[in-house]
């Protein structure tokens, strides 16, 4: 990774040949944080590839001045570009093209410049170019894959990679680089074996050891996963991504123990997706509540929230005040389901507002005594299996919008059944974007559900899958009342499940708001589902009026929504069955 920019420097490169001196500017911002977070590997940079003979013309730099031949001159810019003086670096190469307008490694170093400043297709056409004059640089070949991959084009990416390991078998990132892609692409075994490469040429290299532990994790090969972690965790006992992944595969394998121990380490691991907001209050530990103040406080998704919700009534009958602190569209469902406690909505972008005083927004609140995340109250609360309740709702909606829905859905005297077929697209983070794709379905492909008979079909879609809806065909429109522009929040949409019979969503925010307020619902479930639906099991400790339906192997959904056509047509006749006799 290139470091922070240096103090500037001038160097104002003037070739020898006439004609030459002027200077040329190719402004480029800085560039952002890059796809794929971490994961993902910036060009590195090392002087003097092989490029073939001196350069035909010296090249002079002033202030300070030395005489350089193209090679020398392109090795500065390289310590240019490590340095973050990408202001020079173009200068060189610029003048450097002037002489050479095919010089591969000048056209290579202009393409980092532009991949780093975001510009993927400007990246793209110079590497591409510098490729055709110098086919047998593996450097080139491992940029290449970079730029590709920023442009989510894995297949390509992925060929690349495999160009550059062929000509440098030893190369330092491009094994590990290769195996990113091949797992990303769920393809386990090419993961596998370039991360064994990786380790191969650098045993003592943690990244291909953790990339390992990670893809043996994907590909559910719990056991050999729990072996290449131990291994992980012997090479860095202290390093916190290793600890981060850890808890996902001992939570997964039913070990609350230690995987809530393991889970605390996503406020210091890159690779975590949670706000760790730094308020000045003592973290609690466990300590006695009577007569204390707590402050609750959400840290990731809605869905992990309503989850860790399960816990607060615990927390509130022990305590003499809590404050819940949450995502803005949940104040009003945690308002009617806690009024013992005092429910604030907290913007993400207003970390600082717990340390301004006085906190007009909180009320008075003479002491605050603790705080605790969400996600580490099940340290605290549940260690074992029977720790979780076995309870039959824990959020309650707001009796005057369940009795709107009510008015609303009257004419619908059949089976009623919620639908919710695709999770948040994230297209800010595309780590999650990733996530949402593989456990989302369209619309279309739930239509096998749509010809059971006596079902009345109701979409609780938000998101741009709402839209299917409408471009839907019109059987299919007919087949579905389309809710969505009634649910502000999720006290609307609490209160539209509660006048449904069952819902049938895929792993969302949906799931645990159903299953939250006591409601059947039936969770489809991709192949590698979250680590809190477990393995082989339908049934989840978190909601006890969960079913869940898997897909059999990687990407079935035919399968899943198979078994929950079959399962629907069966509880529909129960349920006629079962309104005759009581009437």
């Not at 760790?276 to 959400?298: C, D, F, M, Q, S």
Request: charged letters at 20%; proline letters at 7%.
């Amino acid at each position: 990774m290139y470091g922070m920019r240096a103090a500037k420097r001038k160097y104002d490169i003037v070739l020898s040949r006439a004609g030459l001196g002027r200077r040329r500017r190719f402004y480029c911002p800085p560039a952002g944080r890059r796809a794929g977070g971490a994961r993902a590997r910036i060009i590195p940079m090392t002087p003097n590839s092989a490029l073939g003979p001196a350069a035909v013309a010296p090249v002079t730099a002033v202030a300070p001045a030395q005489t350089l031949s193209i090679p020398q001159a392109l090795d500065l810019a390289v310590t240019h570009l490590n340095a973050g003086r990408r202001g020079e670096v173009e200068n060189i190469c610029l003048k450097v093209l002037d002489v050479e307008p095919d010089n591969a490694q000048a056209l290579h170093l202009v393409a980092v410049l532009a991949h780093l400043a975001g510009k993927q297709g400007i990246a793209l056409a110079l590497i591409e170019k510098a490729l055709r004059i110098a086919p047998g640089d593996a450097q080139f070949h491992y940029n290449h894959g970079v730029v590709l991959g920023s442009l989510r084009r894995p297949e390509a990416a992925l060929a690349a990679y495999r160009q550059a390991v062929a000509l440098d078998p030893r190369h330092p990132n491009a094994w590990a680089n290769l195996g990113n892609i091949a797992l990303d692409l769920d393809r386990f075994d090419e993961a596998l074996d370039a991360y064994a490469r990786a380790l191969g040429n650098n045993p003592h290299d943690l990244n291909p050891a953790l990339a390992s532990a990670i893809a043996l994790f994907a590909a559910r090969r719990l056991d050999a996963s729990a072996a290449a972690f131990a291994r992980a965790l012997q090479m860095a006992p202290q390093e916190p991504r290793v600890h981060w992944e850890h808890a996902h595969l001992c939570l997964l394998r039913g070990d609350f123990a230690q995987g809530w121990e393991e889970y605390e380490s996503r406020f210091v691991s890159p690779q975590s997706n949670v706000w760790n907001y730094p308020y000045p209050y003592p973290r609690w530990t466990g300590e006695p509540l009577a007569g204390k103040t707590i402050v609750l406080h959400g840290e990731q998704g809605l869905g992990d929230e309503i989850m860790f919700a399960s816990i607060y009534a615990e927390v509130i009958a022990e305590a003499a005040q809590v404050i819940i602190c949450c995502q803005p569209h949940l104040a009003p469902l945690f308002r009617d389901s806690f009024p013992a406690a005092q429910v604030v909505p907290q913007l993400r972008n207003d970390a600082d507002a717990w340390t301004r005083r006085p906190v007009d927004w909180v009320g008075d609140v003479p002491r605050i005594h603790y705080q605790i995340p969400f996600g580490s109250l099940a340290r605290l609360r549940r260690r074992t299996r029977a720790e979780f309740p076995a309870h039959t709702g824990y959020l309650r909606a707001d009796p005057a919008r369940v009795a709107a829905w009510q008015e609303k859905l009257a004419p619908l005297t059949g089976y009623r059944v919620g639908l919710c077929w695709a999770a948040n697209p994230a297209i800010e983070d595309p780590m999650a974007a990733r996530r949402s794709r593989k456990k989302s379905l369209t619309l279309q492909q739930l239509e096998p559900l749509l010809d059971v008979e006596g079902v009345n079909f109701i979409s609780l879609q938000t998101w741009e899958a709402a839209a299917q809806v409408a471009a839907a065909s019109p059987a299919t429109r007919a087949r579905i009342l389309d809710a969505s522009a009634g649910l502000k929040d999720f006290a609307d949409t609490a209160a539209l499940i509660m006048n449904l019979d069952l819902v049938i969503t895929v792993d969302t925010s949906v799931a645990h708001l159903a299953g939250a307020l006591g409601k059947p619902v039936w969770i489809l479930l991709p192949w590698q589902a979250d680590w809190r639906w477990h393995v082989d099991t339908d049934e989840s400790e978190w909601y006890p009026s969960a079913r869940l339906l898997r897909q059999p192997q990687l990407s079935d959904w035919a399968s899943v929504i198979g078994q929950a056509r079959a399962a629907l047509a069966a509880a529909v006749p129960q349920k006629t069955a079962t309104a005759a006799s009581a009437a």
